[in-house]
């Protein structure tokens, strides 16, 4: 099965920064990969689903690369605030039935 | 509003005393699914459900029981709950079965503690 790395420590940043966060899997590229956010005590929310054959995605200030070579996607967060300090997941979705998801990497934004 | 359920939110209970965690979805979504979140273990898949009637195991099934006999409802069974089964529950709904509409909704998550 899929192993999912997530950096496990704390990424601090300032508020107006460019937040950059890894998701790298060891074995055969997903068809898809998603990510979510997730605040305390709180389920998931979707963000952004990438496909195999694409190497970026946008949606505001949220974009998404998928490097199959290198089996890494990069979640960025430009112009960071403190609102978007939360734990962020990724998640493989190979095509067949389950998702496997990250540990996630906590984002923590200061004024 | 579209939405998952999940009910009850926090549960203590003690050890084998059989519980029912209940998930219902009002988006007419196939695909229903349960996972557990633990410290350090992330989020794990329990069973998962494409359909009505079918049912099959995630990562992490032993202990726990699902049955799906309406789109809606994707209740989650502890039979004889244990210790080791106290952790937080998330349900989750999903519009597709495979594809690029395979995006989680999730609901608010049940906190269980088994003593």
């Known amino acids: 099965s899929q192993k999912i790395e997530q950096n496990s420590e704390a990424l601090n940043i300032q508020e107006g920064k460019t937040a950059t966060l890894t998701c790298n899997y060891t074995n055969y590229s997903p068809a898809y990969l998603q990510w979510y956010r997730q605040d305390p005590g709180r389920g998931p929310v979707f963000l952004l689903l990438?496909?195999?054959?694409?190497k970026e995605k946008r949606k505001e200030r949220l974009k998404v690369t998928f490097d199959t070579t290198l089996k890494q996607s990069l979640f960025h967060i430009t112009a960071s605030q403190p609102a978007d300090s939360a734990t962020y997941l990724c998640?493989?979705?190979?095509?067949?039935?389950?998702?496997?998801f990250g540990k996630g990497t906590m984002l923590l934004v200061s004024p | 509003e579209a939405q998952v359920t999940q009910n009850p939110r926090y549960l203590i209970t003690v050890t084998g005393k059989k519980l029912t965690v209940t998930c219902s979805q009002n988006?007419?979504?196939?695909?229903m699914s349960w996972y557990r979140q633990d410290p350090g273990l992330g989020l794990r898949q329990i069973y998962y459900s494409m359909n009505v009637e079918v049912t099959d195991k995630g990562d992490v099934p032993e202990g726990y029981k699902v049955s799906r006999k309406e789109k809606r409802n994707f209740p989650l069974i502890l039979e004889s709950p244990s210790p080791n089964q106290t952790s937080l529950y998330f349900c989750?709904?999903?519009?597709?079965?495979?594809?690029?509409?395979?995006?989680?909704?999730f609901g608010p998550g049940t906190r269980l503690t088994v003593t």
């Open positions: 998640a493989l979705d190979e095509g067949y039935s389950t998702l496997t």
């Open positions: 990438i496909r195999e054959n694409e």
């Open positions: 989750a709904s999903s519009p597709r079965t495979s594809g690029a509409k395979r995006m989680q909704y």
């Open positions: 988006m007419n979504h196939e695909y």
